[in-house]
């Protein structure tokens, strides 16, 4: 079975602090990604990878980085959090492709809260 | 660019009934991949179903079907005799293919939050 897991389910931190989100995916995918969840905006992208080393800006990444150390592990970083980044944050990860889209596979999601 | 449209934000229907979850999306690419994911109160995103913008022939897997219609590009979705375990939050995305890297960017719509009462 596919299996995306993420470290934390729910986050409480203080503005300022800086957050580490971790997601593993147990696939052997290359692709990992992350996404943030707000009301009537969907799901947004903020980075993914493509390789170990290897990242790419999404559509909002302004206040994050990212890690991949490992091809397994992807890990999405607020450098100094803010009270506009408390959201739900979901992991994702698919197989490359050539030509045509694979599916993404998503992990349960960490409701992060700023305060 | 790529945008998909879901335009029904909520939805409450009662036990037994048919529901359609509409999905209208818009892209200049000729090949595109489209897919049905289910959010449960859990949170984590469920897949359901992928379909490439060649195939247009619609789709039924138990109580889901889905009809896609290039000619009005819509993408809707229909869970007949709706259950309770049905409430969730149905998102709708569009992919372009990625022909050199092999990324595909997932554009996704807002939701439509389904609501089956007993």
């Known amino acids: 079975d596919v299996k995306v897991t993420q470290s934390s389910r729910y986050l409480v931190k203080r503005t300022g602090e800086k957050v580490f989100l971790e997601c593993v995916q147990d696939m052997d995918h290359e692709n990992m990604f992350w996404y943030r969840q707000d009301p009537g905006l969907g799901l947004r992208l903020i980075y993914f990878s493509y390789d170990v080393k290897m990242k790419e800006k999404g559509d909002i990444p302004e206040g994050y980085s990212v890690s991949r150390e490992k091809k397994e592990r992807f890990s999405l970083i607020l450098e100094s959090a803010s009270t506009n980044q408390t959201s739900m944050y979901l992991c994702?990860?698919?197989?490359?492709?050539?030509?045509?889209?694979?599916?993404?596979?998503f992990g349960p999601g960490t409701r992060l809260l700023v305060l | 660019a790529q945008k998909v449209t879901q335009a029904q934000t909520e939805i409450s229907v009662v036990e037994k009934e048919d529901v359609t979850l509409d999905c209208v999306y818009e892209t200049r690419d000729t090949t595109y991949y489209l897919f049905w994911y289910k959010q449960p109160p859990s949170g984590e995103l469920v897949f359901l179903i992928r379909r490439n913008s060649f195939d247009e022939q619609n789709e039924i897997s138990g109580r889901y079907s889905w009809n896609f219609q290039k000619s009005t590009s819509s993408f809707n979705f229909t869970i007949t005799a709706s259950q309770v375990v049905d409430s969730a939050v149905y998102f709708c995305?569009?992919?372009?293919?990625?022909?050199?890297?092999?990324?595909?960017?997932?554009?996704f719509g807002t939701g439509t939050r389904l609501l089956v009462s007993p």
């Open positions: 995305a569009l992919s372009e293919a990625g022909m050199n890297t092999g990324f595909q960017k997932l554009v």
């Open positions: 994702a990860s698919s197989l490359p492709t050539s030509g045509r889209a694979e599916t993404q596979y």
